[in-house]
């Protein structure tokens, strides 16, 4: 059972476009993370949002998290190709969940052409 | 700061053959985890351990050991390899004092059974 859907899950857009990538859950998380992966790499924690209805800025990068805390997105305003890599959502479950357990959604793989 | 290191980065293995994935973080992170990636999947936690001495199973642990003798490493063993762990691993290491399951990441492994 996928517990946190994300989408979409391939985005291809040119520089300058915004965009933003959801995901949903069914489930409330205590905090929900987003990453971001490059090839080769491991992800790297871009924001972590812990509040509902949060929202946090990161340059060109806006992140919301749900009034209920089921899900989150993401927003890029004027995306450019160093923007281009695996987005992933993750959340951390109320109930059963332990430091470093973390849901992950499947990711959005995201390529901004110049 | 070398952070999460783990090796070897790349490995081919036969089916049958066991080996281990080592994994260490010198920034006295008390939990640490294993996650394997592949392609349409997301991240998928293996094992996971709050502490030296401690260890539990995540999503997708069958096949897969693991023990955690110090702080510091928290290797990944595959007892007898097949074809359907052939995956991208990553371990990662996070401080429950730094709040909100903020994980850390390695560079990963890729593991190839034939």
Known sequence: TQLLEQSPQFLSIQEGENLTVYCNSSSVFSSLQWYRQEPGEGPVLLVTVVTGGEVKKLKRLTFQFGDARKDSSLHITAAQPGDTGLYLCAGARVRGGSQGNLIFGKGTKLSVKP | ?114
């Open chain 2, 1 to 114: 700061n070398a952070g999460v290191t783990q090796t070897p980065k790349f490995q081919v293995l036969k089916t049958g053959q066991s080996m281990t994935l080592q994994c260490a973080q010198d920034m006295n992170h008390e939990y640490m985890s294993w996650y394997r990636q592949d392609p349409g999947m997301g991240l998928r936690l293996i094992h996971y351990s709050v502490g030296a001495g401690i260890t539990d199973q995540g999503e997708v642990p069958n096949g897969y050991n693991v023990s955690r003798s110090t702080t510091e490493d928290f290797p990944l063993r595959l007892l007898s390899a097949a074809p359907s762990q052939t995956s991208v691993y990553f371990c990662a290491s996070s401080d429950p004092k730094g709040g909100a399951n903020v994980l850390t990441f390695g560079a990963g492994s890729r593991l190839t059974v034939l």
